[in-house]
């Protein structure tokens, strides 16, 4: 079986930190691939640019998804990810510090599996991102791939 890989898709330095931190502190020792825009995420993705090369095998078991991205925003990467065969039941946890109700009503609409708001303090981030890997990644049983 190979490694569950986490894709996590944050544009900001002290979020992406802030949330490998929560990973190890949750021991949640998965590989992670950070992202740092919507359209590096999409590239990774989809084998393209860069990530052409990249053996799908390395594919993610989850995405963590902020909203606010440069270049291409979180929604048009969750709109594509659900528009694709490949990547149509990924699952995606939009991970955000965004309050407002027009996100959540639209992420859950392009089909988010979970929506959840950055908490500020630390402790509550931890037990955030512990409960979600426990769920996504030990818990939640995947469909089989298709071939």
Do not use: C, H
Not at 27 to 50: H, M, Q, S, T, W
Not at 57 to 86: F, H, S, W, Y
């Amino acid at each position: 079986m190979s490694e569950r890989i986490i894709l996590l898709v944050e544009d900001n330095p002290n979020d992406e930190a802030l949330t490998l931190r929560a990973l190890k502190k949750s021991n949640i020792l998965n590989p992670v691939f950070v992202a740092r825009d919507g359209a590096e995420a999409l590239d990774y993705l989809f084998l393209r640019g860069e990530y052409a090369a990249r053996r799908p095998a390395g594919n993610p078991e989850l995405v963590l998804l902020d909203l606010k991205l440069p270049k291409v925003d979180g929604l048009e990467v969750l709109r594509q990810l659900r528009a694709d065969e490949r990547t149509r039941l990924l699952p995606v946890v939009v991970l955000t510090s965004s309050v407002e109700e027009q996100d959540l009503l639209r992420g859950y609409a392009l089909g988010a599996n979970s929506y959840v708001r950055k908490p500020i303090d630390f402790n509550q981030f931890v037990d955030a991102v512990k409960q979600l890997g426990l769920y996504w990644l030990v818990l939640n049983q995947r469909p089989p791939e298709s071939k």
